[in-house]
């Protein structure tokens, strides 16, 4: 079993959409969670960053953490056709090896 | 600040060449890290050095891989031989040291895109 799980896609949605993203994992040591945005042949992007559990808002785009769950979610209000990429999520453990943990992504289309 | 910087773009081989893909990290940046991506398995990380010194090796797929950091300002990751099951693109990332708030943040690289043939 992989250690982040994310659901490859593809996700297409219309203009306007709300788009919900999601990663589980596994390791509970996982204290620090991202997201990555990776324009199509470009190199993945931070997006958003979390500490521990908890919301965080920036813009049209909102990151829960749910440690109880292991479960991330990525939410973007509004989604416009400049959102279409690959979102990421990674997974940093609080203590050890620096190196993030990335979900598989997932490709997400918005279509005008 | 130029981020960070790869080279070659693009490269075609064959099997059986040596590749040697470099990477420039951010001026100031303490960790360096090559990745591959590939549509079946995603963002794997390959090898990540910390001050020069390489921590932790343990993506490297086998002993036809090897990287170097020779200073601060430079990196390589060569391939030899080549095969066609190589072929992704490779990417370079550098961060600052620490844990705490941005210092986390991984600058990429746009990445050099290798095919085996």
């Known amino acids: 079993q992989k250690e982040v799980e994310q659901d490859p896609g593809p996700l297409s949605v219309p203009e306007g959409a709300i788009v919900s993203l999601n990663c589980t994992y596994s390791?509970?040591?996982?204290?620090?969670f991202m997201w990555y945005r990776q324009y199509s042949r470009k190199g993945p992007e931070l997006l958003m960053y979390?500490?521990?559990?908890g919301n965080k808002e920036d813009g049209r785009f909102t990151a829960q953490v749910d440690k109880s769950s292991k479960y991330i979610s990525l939410f973007i209000r509004d989604s416009q056709p400049s959102d279409s990429a690959t979102y990421l999520c990674?997974?940093?453990?609080?203590?050890?090896?620096?190196?993030?943990?990335f979900g598989q992504g997932t490709r997400l289309t918005i279509n005008p | 600040d130029a981020g960070v910087i790869q080279s070659p773009r693009h490269e075609v081989t064959e099997m059986g060449q040596e590749v040697t893909l470099r990477c420039k990290p951010i001026?100031?940046?303490?960790?360096l890290f090559w990745y591959r991506q590939t549509m079946m398995r995603g963002l794997e990380l390959l090898i990540y050095?910390?001050?020069?010194?390489?921590?932790?090796d343990s993506g490297m797929p086998e002993d036809r891989f090897s990287a170097k950091m020779p200073n601060a300002s430079f990196s390589t990751l060569k391939i030899q031989p080549s095969e066609p099951r190589d072929s992704a693109v490779y990417f370079c990332?550098?961060?600052?040291?620490?844990?705490?708030?941005?210092?986390?943040?991984?600058?990429f690289g746009p990445g050099t895109r290798l095919t085996v043939l």
């Open positions: 001026s100031g940046h303490d960790y």
């Open positions: 390791n509970s040591a996982f204290q620090y």
């Open positions: 990674a997974m940093l453990r609080i203590q050890g090896a620096q190196k993030l943990v």
């Open positions: 050095f910390n001050n020069n010194v390489p921590i932790d």
């Open positions: 979390t500490y521990s559990s």
């Open positions: 990332a550098s961060s600052r040291a620490g844990r705490t708030g941005s210092n986390n943040e991984q600058f």
